[in-house]
């Protein structure tokens, strides 16, 4: 318990730094520490397969994609957008609704919960796999469509019209 | 199922025919495929549906009849298409073919049993659009649009989400009716569920566009290429309604006293944001877009009250919807092509030009206003004596005087058309150049089918055994 409270310390910690650094770069370095406590979490946890999918695809894929884009989008002072006081008041008074409604859901959580404790082997990549395979092969199969439809626009928005004469 | 495998193997064969450079092949193999699909969908009509591939899709009636619809009314927006997507750019069968999987997604919705299926369909849909809301890369309006409605339509699946995943933390799963067992049958619902039920309610009324959800959808409509508007302002808001009332009238029935407040409150909102802004505005397309949110506003009527009636008011109201929108777009794209604005003053002095299209579009205008012998006023009519049977007078006050709002607004293109002339640059045109045959099909179909049900609406209505 002693290991999951100092991880979830971190974790708050890294994802507060996030927000609050002034330059992007550093904020994209904290956000993959972030992913990585999470990914110490999904250990703790027994979730083999989403500690493995967390740490390759979030904290090594599609962070290293932010980085690139960040240094290509050469972000400095000047082209930041600006923040209204009234955005910030309003964001602020939505977050903590938000906060409200989370605190109120998750006050009767316990760790005993017959559905939580029920099997903890059921994060481990075997188990996965055979509930993928049997109960929920229809939307398995039914994601090569989403698959195949994002590859279809990212190559429909990133090929050069050819301009006729 | 037939249908939703038709249209997968539809998308892949258009891909392919663009491949082979056949752009002349495309929209009929896309039409043909449409009807094969259709044929499947009506096929299916009477057999008894119970849940299949371990409960994740159900093809009950409820989903066949609104699964027909949105075939119909995706059949009637490629016919106009014929000329529309070769001025955009070169790769036409992508189009076509994101198109045919955005179906697909909104077919998947209809027939959701279990809240994996819902996602994957709502995100299909969503990932297709996101991309044809932006083709034209060149229109500045168009991107903002895109992007706008990729990062709204992020988000809102991630309460989406966050929702399923706390209603799965109370009741250990993602099945309908085993979602109903637990609402009927536990003691205490957990509050985790209740959470959940407010954050679904929050995505799906992203998804849908209502207030004060909706400020992406005048933006992302009106920016968007006006087929794809067309396109998302009817199917897919249309399915996510769908995904919408089954969630609600299967498993969260017993929890009313619950969320009716809650989207009582909505309800109100986007009547009174929807119909005010659509006043104000003065390009035809925005006020479109306006309109979209206040018709959301009478659709969640039926989920408001639900109960029998539900189903058969929501269907007739979004026939009539869409069938008057794919009009009002179709007329919106003929008249741009003429005077290049989409402004209520290119609207004028169209019934000299354009005696038929006038008409088709006064037709559209009073369907959307509600006005009898129209299809709209059918489905009004049925809003309404849904909540009169719950007594709820105060949405009833409200919801007459937002009707009577929309019909100014609506009126306002009818006035442009017939007691307006021309001026300026166009007043030379007296003549508009003819319609294509395929917008003359179209804009006859829709307009004798809006006409035919509002004279007669048991047509679709017997559907439901009313």
């Keep these: 318990m002693s290991i999951f409270y100092f991880v979830a310390f971190l974790a708050i910690f890294f994802a507060l730094m996030t927000i609050f650094t002034k330059n992007p770069v550093h904020s994209v370095l904290y956000l993959v520490i972030t992913f990585f406590t999470l990914t110490i979490h999904y250990i703790l946890l027994n979730a083999q397969f989403l500690a493995v999918v967390n740490f390759i695809v979030y904290m090594g894929a599609i962070m290293v994609l932010f980085l690139f884009v960040l240094m290509l989008l050469n972000l400095n002072e000047d082209t930041e957008p600006m923040k209204s006081n009234l955005v910030k008041i309003i964001g602020a008074i939505a977050g903590m609704c938000l906060i409200a409604t989370f605190l109120g859901a998750f006050r009767v959580i316990q760790p005993t919960n017959e559905l939580v404790a029920g099997n903890a082997d059921i994060g481990l990549v075997k188990n996965l796999g055979k509930v993928l395979f049997n109960e929920f092969l229809l939307p398995f199969e039914i994601s090569s469509i989403l698959l195949l439809t994002a590859m279809v626009g990212a190559v429909l928005l990133a090929k050069k019209e050819v301009r006729k004469a | ?466």
């Excluded at chain 2, 009929?28 to 499947?40: E, H």
């Design chain 2, 1 to 466: 199922m037939g249908a939703i495998i038709t249209l997968c193997i539809l998308g892949i064969l258009l891909l392919y025919l663009g491949l082979f450079k056949m752009n002349k092949a495309l929209l009929p193999v896309a039409l043909v495929g449409l009807l094969v699909a259709l044929g499947f969908t009506l096929s299916a009509w009477n057999t008894d549906a119970a849940p299949l591939y371990n409960g994740m899709v159900v093809f009950d009636r409820y989903a066949l009849s609104f699964s027909a619809l949105c075939i119909v009314v995706t059949a009637l927006i490629l016919l106009l298409s014929k000329e529309y997507f070769r001025n955009i750019s070169e790769h036409i069968a992508e189009y076509y073919c994101l198109i045919i999987f955005s179906l697909t997604g909104a077919l998947l919705v209809n027939a959701y049993h279990n809240f994996a299926m819902l996602f994957v369909g709502i995100e299909i849909m969503s990932v297709a659009l996101y991309i044809l809301v932006g083709i034209r890369k060149s229109d500045f309006a168009s991107n903002e649009a895109a992007l706008k409605y990729f990062l709204m339509g992020a988000f809102s699946t991630g309460f989406l989400l966050f929702g399923i995943t706390l209603m799965y933390g109370a009741s250990g799963t993602f099945d309908l009716g085993a979602l109903r067992n637990y609402v009927t049958s536990a003691e205490t619902v957990s509050p985790l569920f209740y959470g959940g039920v407010l954050l679904m309610l929050c995505g799906l009324c992203f998804k849908v566009g209502v207030a004060p959800f909706h400020f992406w959808t005048p933006d992302v409509y009106d920016g968007a290429p006006i087929l794809i508007t067309s396109f998302m302002s009817t199917v897919v808001k249309i399915a996510s309604f769908v995904g919408f009332l089954r969630l609600f009238s299967t498993a969260l029935v017993p929890l009313d006293a619950f969320w009716t407040p809650v989207l009582l409150t909505i309800v109100i909102i986007t009547l009174f944001v929807g119909n005010a802004s659509a006043l104000l505005q003065s390009s035809f397309k925005r006020m479109m877009a306006y309109s979209s949110i206040s018709h959301a506003g009478y659709m969640l009527f039926a989920i408001v009250v639900i109960g029998e009636n539900s189903v058969p008011s929501i269907f007739v109201y979004a026939t009539a919807y869409a069938l008057a929108s794919v009009i009002a777009f179709a007329a919106l794209i003929l008249v741009k092509r003429m005077s290049g604005s989409d402004q209520f003053e290119s609207f004028n002095g169209l019934a000299k030009r354009a005696p038929w299209l006038a008409f088709a579009l006064t037709i559209a205008m009073l369907s959307l206003a509600g006005i009898p012998l129209t299809a709209g006023f059918i489905g009004k009519f049925m809003m309404f004596n849904n909540v009169m049977g719950s007594y709820n007078v105060t949405l009833l006050v409200l919801a007459a005087i937002n009707a009577a709002v929309a019909v100014y607004y609506y009126l306002h293109v009818v006035v442009c058309m017939y007691f307006k002339n021309a001026e300026g640059a166009h007043a030379g045109h007296t003549t508009m150049m003819p319609a294509p045959i395929n917008y003359k099909v179209v804009l006859g179909v829709a307009a004798v089918l809006t006409i035919v049900l509002g004279v007669y609406p048991d047509l679709l209505l017997v559907l439901f055994g009313g």
